[in-house]
């Protein structure tokens, strides 16, 4: 039986926070058509009929993302946990991506320091290409100047304390974070092939931090609101 506990987001929040991940997962222009799509389409669902669905296809901007959440200290946290596990979804933490992230940040009025440790893990798709005409990845999440050292911990610390409290949300994670690790596959953009990525859990040092949000998803819809979760396993 599913739980009456009410949400504490609003439909208009719930929006916000779903075309801003959205924002941050077209940021960098390597999701092509169908992918886009899936992403529309899963947004959508977790909204109700009266919303208006064609308004989630537009990015949003930082100014209406904050004047839309208002006040929430948390719920922006949470948020920009959600936003950066959706820009490390496939590897690759692109610049066009860190730029989205840091103006979602400052108008938020969000602290996020362990987003600083991110930044020596960019991966800047121009200068690539200028080097390597293959496309290939030149450095992926983790790598760092100094190779002893984990430049990321900072980081997961901070992905491990998101919480759930809203199931739209919830299942939105559940279905963009894939519940085992994907295959390798090449991302394409207008019928040329931008990068390689190997299989996921290869190549993203935060993979733990994704299968761990999702799980917090799973158990917060069995758990708290009742919901069946055998379509996400």
Not at 48 to 66: G, W, Y
Not at 118 to 124: G, S, V
Not at 195 to 224: M, T
């Amino acid at each position: 039986m599913t739980s009456i506990t009410p949400s504490p987001y609003t439909e208009a929040q719930v929006s916000a926070w779903l075309r801003g991940l959205l924002t941050i997962a077209w940021a960098d222009g390597q999701f092509d058509q169908q992918e886009q799509e899936l992403l529309a389409q899963i947004t959508s669902e977790q909204l109700v009929t009266n919303t208006n669905i064609p308004s989630l296809e537009q990015p949003i901007s930082p100014e209406e993302l904050a004047t839309t959440f208002g006040k929430d200290a948390t719920m922006a946290e949470n948020f920009m946990r959600t936003a950066t596990m959706v820009a490390l979804a496939d590897g690759i933490y692109s610049t066009t991506e860190a730029d989205v992230l840091h103006q979602f940040c400052e108008a938020l009025g969000v602290k996020a320091e362990a987003l600083e440790a991110l930044r020596l893990t960019l991966y800047d798709r121009e200068k690539s290409q200028s080097s390597h005409p293959t496309h290939e990845l030149i450095q992926t999440p983790g790598m760092s100047p100094h190779p002893h050292s984990d430049v990321l911990q900072p980081v997961r610390t901070w992905l491990d304390g998101m919480e759930m409290h809203d199931p739209r949300v919830a299942r939105f994670v559940c279905k963009m974070i894939p519940s085992q690790c994907p295959f390798e596959r090449d991302v394409k953009l207008f019928g040329h092939k931008i990068v390689h990525i190997p299989p996921l859990c290869k190549i993203n040092p935060l993979y733990e931090q994704l299968v761990g949000l999702r799980f917090r998803a799973l158990s917060y819809l069995a758990d708290v609101k009742g919901e069946d979760i055998s379509e996400y396993c």
